[in-house]
C-alpha cells in the first residue's frame, strides 16, 4: 500500500465560539509521514485542533498549510484528509462493502449515476463501479476484512467496526489521516491488538496520521512525537521519551506517566538541596537560590541503605502487579503526601527494610532523575554534582 503523506503547517491558529476562546495561537509543523499524537485532559482543544484541519470548523484566526498549500479556505471534500470518528460512524444499513465504497462512489459518480440501474444503461458507470470494487477489496484484504465484507455493522464487533472505518478512510488514498480517539469505546486488551495494528498501517502507508486521545498510554506507545495540549495550547511537542523524561512544565509532568509524579518543595541554597528543613544527598548547580517544586518519577526513586539514602519513608500500602510492584509511602515528613515508588518485583524481594507496611524503606534519588520547577511551573536546567 503505497500513498504519500504530506507535512502540516498551523500558523498562529485560533478558534473562538462567542466569547470562549477554544485555541490560543497554536503554532505546530508536523513533518511528511509522521505520526502525531495531539494529547491532553478533555477540554483543553485537541478535537477542535482536529475539526479545524479536517475543514469541519473554521479558523478565527490563522493558517493551516498542507503540502504547503492552505487549505483554511477550502471544505473538507478539498483538502485531502480522510478521519475515523470516535463513533466510527458508518452506516447502518449498508453492508462492510457499501460502507468503504461510499466516498469512493461520492466523488466518481454523479447523483445520477449513483441512482439504481444507472449501471445498466452505461458502460462508463459499470467500469467505474468495478474499479471501486476492486479497490475495496484490496484494502479490505490489507486490513483483513474480506470475510466480513458483505455483513452489516450490527453484526460486527467493535474492533471489527473499527478496521471498516479506517478502511473507507483508506480507499481514499489521503495524504492526511486524522483519529479522534478511535479506540476509547473498546476493551482494554483489544485495545493494545488495535494500537499495534494502527501503527503497523502508518508504518506501511507512509500517511501522515494525527491522533487525538487523553489516554497518555496509546500516546506513548504509538507517536514519533506528542504535542501536550492544556488550555487551548500546546504546553510541549516533543518524542514520547523527552516528553516524559523532561518536561518542560510541570502540568506536563503531571499528566504524563502511569503512575503520578512525586513532588515536593525544594529549598536550594549554594547547590545544597533540602525539602522540609532535611538536606539530601543530591546536590544541584546553575540554580539561583531559592525555593522550587522538585518532581521525581515512582520508578527513579531507588531503595538504598539507610546511610546512602535521601530519606527514609514508612510504607502506607504495597501493590503488586505482575511485572512491577508499587509501594506507596507517607511523605509527610519531607512535605510530600504521598510518595510512590515503583520496583521491579526481584528488586522489591531483595529489600532488607520495607516489605511491609509500617515498616520505613529508605530511597534515594537516581543520578540525573530530578526534574525542578520554578514558581510559574517551567522546567529548569540543573546540573547534578
Same mark, same amino acid.
Given at each position: ?172 488514498? %489521503? ?122 518519577? %515512582? ?14 519513608? %514508612? ?29 521491579? %518485583? ?40
Amino acid at each position: 500500500m503505497n500513498m504519500v503523506g504530506h507535512s502540516i503547517d498551523i500558523v498562529n491558529l485560533a478558534k473562538r465560539f462567542d466569547r470562549t476562546q477554544v485555541l490560543r495561537r497554536i503554532d505546530l509543523h508536523i513533518r511528511e509521514g509522521e505520526f502525531l499524537t495531539l494529547l491532553g485532559p478533555s477540554g483543553c482543544g485537541k478535537s477542535t485542533l482536529l475539526r479545524l484541519l479536517a475543514g469541519f470548523e473554521t479558523c478565527t484566526d490563522g493558517r493551516i498549510l498542507i503540502g504547503g498549500r492552505d487549505v483554511a479556505p477550502l471544505p473538507p471534500k478539498a483538502r485531502n484528509i480522510a478521519m475515523v470518528f470516535q463513533s466510527y460512524a458508518l452506516y447502518p444499513h449498508m453492508t462492510v462493502r457499501a460502507n468503504m465504497a461510499v466516498p469512493l462512489e461520492m466523488s466518481r459518480l454523479s447523483f445520477q449515476q449513483r441512482l439504481p440501474g444507472a449501471a445498466l444503461l452505461s458502460s462508463k458507470v459499470r467500469s467505474i463501479r468495478s474499479d471501486i470494487t476492486a479497490e475495496v477489496s484490496t484494502v479490505a484484504k490489507q486490513l483483513g476484512l474480506e470475510p466480513l465484507l458483505e455483513r452489516k455493522p450490527a453484526q460486527l464487533s467493535g474492533g471489527q467496526r473499527q478496521r471498516v472505518a479506517v478502511g473507507r478512510a483508506l480507499v481514499r488514498h %489521503p495524504s492526511v489521516f486524522l483519529m479522534d480517539e478511535p479506540l476509547s469505546n473498546l476493551d482494554a486488551k483489544l485495545r493494545q491488538q488495535l494500537r499495534e495494528e494502527i501503527v503497523d498501517l502508518h508504518r506501511r502507508t507512509g500517511i501522515t496520521f494525527i491522533y487525538v486521545t487523553h489516554d497518555q498510554t496509546e500516546a506513548m506507545a504509538m507517536s514519533d512525537r506528542i504535542a501536550v495540549m492544556e488550555g487551548g495550547e500546546i504546553r510541549q511537542c516533543a518524542a514520547p521519551e523527552e516528553i516524559y523524561d523532561r518536561p518542560e512544565f510541570l502540568s506536563v509532568a503531571r499528566f504524563v506517566g502511569t503512575t503520578a509524579i512525586n513532588e515536593m518543595q525544594a529549598t536550594i541554597k549554594e547547590g545544597v538541596v533540602s525539602v522540609n528543613g532535611r538536606l539530601l544527598r543530591l546536590r544541584l548547580a546553575g540554580i539561583a537560590d531559592g525555593t522550587y517544586q522538585l518532581a521525581v518519577r %515512582p520508578e527513579r526513586l531507588c531503595p538504598a541503605e539507610d546511610g546512602a539514602s535521601d530519606f527514609s519513608l %514508612p510504607v502506607l500500602q504495597i501493590e503488586f502487579t505482575g511485572n512491577e510492584v508499587g509501594v506507596r509511602c507517607n511523605g509527610a515528613e519531607i512535605g510530600a503526601g504521598t510518595v510512590r515508588v515503583q520496583l521491579r %518485583p526481584d528488586s522489591f524481594a531483595q529489600l532488607r527494610q520495607g516489605r511491609n507496611v509500617g515498616e520505613r524503606i529508605p530511597l534515594s534519588i537516581a543520578e540525573g532523575a530530578a526534574l525542578i520547577f520554578d514558581s510559574a511551573g517551567r522546567r529548569l536546567t540543573a546540573l547534578q554534582m
